[in-house]
């Protein structure tokens, strides 16, 4: 006997799934993570936000699988893709690269970051957009002198790049040094904000 | 506790799936609901969940349950005429002759037959889902043709 049963049309599930997400991010829904990928001048970034915040921003450098299923070991494995939970993060990272925004305005979920990090990141975001600090004076204000390295790997491992402005920690001579995203990414980021033009 | 894998990765896979067979158990008009009632339901369990072994399995028995349940509240629906609308282009249009049937048959021969023919299912995967034993899946799958072959001649 011949069965053939019928389809479910693509765009009506899309619709489906696209409601699911909705409600599976509201305030007491079952999701605890949201991420969306978009393109930006420096590549695509795929950033994630849970009820908190924005928890995790990425370059197109790292395997979006391997970020995932971090978040899932670290945060939780109730992860969607949901596009509308990413509006306002999108919106204030098209108008910081369009040069219309200098300060990000974001909530932000710091469970990722481990303690040192936190006291690292925090002296990072004091940094005023244009400006630059070395890492031995981040290590001094994060209350390790004389730390520059431990210094450099807690910024290396950012969890939040771009908008946790890790680019503007640069060796004591002014050289760029190293960044978690490659050093052309921290170039353009640090020539945007002087108002130079660079190409990436 | 297993590694589970971000649900996202769950929903790329086997959604399209668990939402053509809801609309083969329960019909198209009721089977958005009886989806986003399954989908709520797995992710609510899903980080709780201590066998990551098979997924697509586990998926489908709680969308096989929510069915069910609805089902029983609800009593059946008939297949609805928007169906070609709805079905993809290339597809091959549906049998409504033989869809009205299978809306007819009992509870697990439909949901055995609809897991056999629109998830290509093992009957050790279906017996899984519907909850009974495997002799027991392929015997409800062996009915309900029987009784479909009866009814369209």
């Known amino acids: 006997m011949d069965i053939t049963f019928t389809n479910v049309d693509h765009a009506h599930h899309a619709t489906q799934l696209a409601r699911f997400g909705e409600r599976a991010f509201e305030e007491n829904g079952p999701a605890q993570l949201a991420y969306h990928t978009f393109p930006s001048p420096i590549g695509a970034l795929l950033a994630a936000v849970t009820r908190q915040g924005l928890v995790r921003i990425c370059f197109e450098s790292e395997d979006p699988e391997d970020v995932l299923s971090h978040l899932s070991a ?3 494995p109730a992860i969607i893709e949901l596009p509308s939970a990413l509006v306002g993060v999108r919106r204030q990272l098209d108008a910081y690269f369009a040069g219309s925004l200098r300060c990000f305005d974001l909530p932000l979920d710091r469970r990722l970051f ?47 790049p771009v908008v946790v402005p890790c680019h503007r920690v640069v060796a004591a001579d002014g050289s760029l040094r190293g960044y978690g995203g490659g050093l052309e990414r921290k170039q353009f980021l640090l020539d ?8 990436f | 506790m297993p590694t589970l894998p971000p649900f996202q990765q769950l929903l790329d896979a086997h959604a399209l799936e668990v939402h053509r067979f809801l609309r083969g158990l329960v019909g198209p008009d009721s089977a958005d609901d009886c989806l986003q009632d399954a989908l709520l339901s797995a992710l609510r369990a899903y980080p709780r969940l201590r066998n990551a072994d098979n997924l697509r399995a586990w998926l489908f028995t709680i969308a096989h349950r929510k069915g069910i349940d609805h089902l029983r509240r609800n009593g059946r629906e008939r297949p609805a005429a928007d169906m070609p609308e709805r079905a993809i282009s290339n597809a091959e249009p549906p049998d409504h002759g033989l869809w009205n049937q299978v809306a007819k048959l009992p509870d697990k021969q439909r949901a055995a037959i609809t897991l056999r023919y629109v998830g290509d299912m093992t009957y050790a995967t279906i017996a899984e889902i519907i909850d009974c034993s495997e002799p027991a899946a392929r015997q409800n799958v062996r009915a309900g043709l029987t009784r479909l072959r009866k009814a369209t001649g």
Not at chain 1, 136 to 147: D, E, H, M, W, Y
Not at chain 1, 192 to 199: A, D, K, N
């Open chain 1, 74 to 76: 670290r945060v939780s």
């Open chain 1, 114 to 160: 481990s303690p040192f990090q936190t006291k690292v990141l925090a002296a990072t975001s004091a940094i005023p957009p244009g400006e630059v600090k070395s890492y031995g004076q981040i290590a001094a204000l994060a209350g390790r002198p004389g730390g520059a390295q431990a210094t450099g790997q807690a910024l290396g491992a950012n969890p939040i």
């Open chain 1, 192 to 199: 945007l904000e002087r108002g130079e033009q660079s190409l």
